[in-house]
């Protein structure tokens, strides 16, 4: 079974920084693509940001390109998002996602289907 577990929510203020982690196996990590998803109550889930398994590249949505940065520590088997610059429209439950190796990019994210559990950013003064 496939399983991830984010951490690293928190409370910020406008304009701080957080970084989240995506614990993952290090098959996971070698083979399928892995993006992070973000949900507001009353509002649908969208994707933000997610980071190849084949060649490392990289996607971002236009709501936090330039602030956030996805990366992955094979060593330690983590993929993270830095977010800096946060907004109070950051504020949403944050997931990490996978799904099976496929040939489409990783922004195609209708097709991610293994979830976390979620991890909570609230930015607010």
């Known amino acids: 079974q496939v399983q991830l577990v984010e951490s690293g929510g928190g409370l910020v203020q406008p304009g701080g920084s957080l970084r989240l982690s995506c614990a993952a196996s290090?098959?996971?990590?070698?083979?399928?693509?892995i993006g992070w998803f973000r949900q507001a109550p009353g509002k649908e889930r969208e994707g933000v940001s997610c980071i190849s398994s084949s060649d490392g590249s990289t996607y971002y949505s236009d709501s936090v390109k330039g602030r956030f940065t996805i990366y992955r520590d094979n060593a330690n088997k983590m993929v993270y998002l830095q977010m800096n610059s946060l907004k109070p429209e950051d504020t949403a439950v944050y997931y990490c996602?996978?799904?099976?190796?496929?040939?489409?990019?990783?922004?195609?994210?209708?097709?991610?289907?293994?979830w976390g559990q979620g991890t909570q950013v609230t930015v607010s003064s």
């Open positions: 996602a996978t799904r099976r190796p496929d040939r489409l990019w990783c922004g195609t994210w209708s097709l991610y289907d293994y």
């Open positions: 290090a098959f996971i990590l070698d083979y399928y693509p």
